[in-house]
């Protein structure tokens, strides 16, 4: 996942549990014929919108995320140019073909 795919995820999960808050205060506060259903639906969206945010809010803490511009998995360790990463792709493509992948 990249970098600015959990972003967006942050942005969802935020609007998604704000407008789950919305429809559980609007549903307490004008008590429709089927309330309970519309606090059910805020909750479950907030808790959703909640868990997405805060879960890639972590991976970007953590950087776990693939930077687009190394080509792989960013862990922070990697030092590589692309070079090693061009070679080790090339390598690849001839074991399949060798296999006859």
């Known amino acids: 996942m990249t970098r600015s795919r959990l972003y967006i995820?942050?942005?969802?999960?935020?609007?998604?549990?704000?407008?789950?808050?919305?429809?559980?205060?609007?549903?307490?506060?004008q008590r429709p014929e089927?309330?309970?259903?519309?606090?059910?639906?805020?909750?479950?969206?907030?808790?959703?919108g909640g868990f997405l945010a805060v879960k890639s809010i972590q991976k970007l803490i953590k950087n776990e995320y693939i930077d687009s511009s190394a080509g792989g998995f960013d862990d922070g360790t990697r030092e590589d140019t692309g070079e090693e990463r061009k070679k080790e792709i090339k390598e690849e493509i001839e074991h399949e073909d060798r296999n006859g992948i």
């Open 9 to 29: 995820y942050i942005l969802a999960g935020g609007y998604l549990a704000y407008t789950g808050f919305g429809l559980a205060k609007s549903a307490l506060e």
């Open 34 to 48: 089927n309330f309970m259903l519309y606090l059910a639906a805020g909750i479950v969206f907030v808790v959703i």
